[in-house]
């Protein structure tokens, strides 16, 4: 990857829920993304079956082949999820078993905005850590930020307008998409 080309950032929202500040999170990153990325939402969360190793072969899951290409295509990856019962939810756990199972995280760079509030989802993303680091991710550590963000910093078109959190959600991805860079220049 040349200095000038795109990178392509895949923005994943851990939560099926409709108002969810992890949501709005990916959504304002979407928005803010710094030119030359193209920061695409994957919005297929809920459609991924349950993950079955039986089930991993070819013909796929339409879901499933369809997040494993996005992963293929992806230059980095940002993630943000809620914390479930003390780790992380289903689904997202789900959508995480089914990327681990083809070859598209390994070694692609990955960070996360855990938006919590006092201190919240810590155990959700050690466990995001372990799983990412089993998976072979490179965890860009300048990308993995706590940012509070309080449900009613979030505006009615489900994005972040505090230009204090848009600026530190704008570091993450200054740095994801860096890594980002700095790999597709160095042989792999």
């Known amino acids: 990857m040349s200095e000038k080309a795109l990178v392509r950032l895949v923005l994943i929202g851990g939560s099926l829920r409709s108002q969810s500040v992890n949501k709005a999170v990916i959504a304002t990153a ?3 993304a710094p030119a030359g990325v193209q920061a695409i939402i994957y919005q297929r969360l809920g459609e991924l079956p349950h993950f079955n190793p039986d089930d991993d072969h070819d013909p796929l899951p339409e879901a499933v082949a ?3 290409e996005q992963f293929e295509d992806a230059d980095a990856v940002l993630f943000s999820t809620p914390e479930y019962a003390g780790s992380l939810p289903g689904a997202f756990k789900n959508l995480l078993d089914w990327a ?3 070859s598209g995280l390994y070694r692609l760079p990955a960070g996360w905005i855990n938006p919590s509030t006092l201190g919240g989802a810590q ?3 050690h466990a995001l850590r372990i799983v990412l680091g089993r ?3 490179d965890i860009v550590e300048s990308a993995c930020r706590d940012i509070p963000v309080s449900r009613d910093a979030v505006g009615a078109d489900g994005l972040i307008e ?3 959190i848009r600026a530190a959600i704008g570091q993450a991805l200054d740095a994801l998409s860096g890594a980002a860079r700095k790999r597709g220049e160095s042989p792999l």
Do not use: C, K, N, W
Request: glycine share 16%; no cysteine.
């Open 30 to 32: 979407r928005e803010i």
């Open 66 to 68: 369809d997040l494993r």
């Open 100 to 102: 681990v199972g083809g």
């Open 123 to 125: 155990d959700t993303y």
């Open 135 to 137: 998976a072979g991710v």
């Open 162 to 164: 505090s230009p204090l």
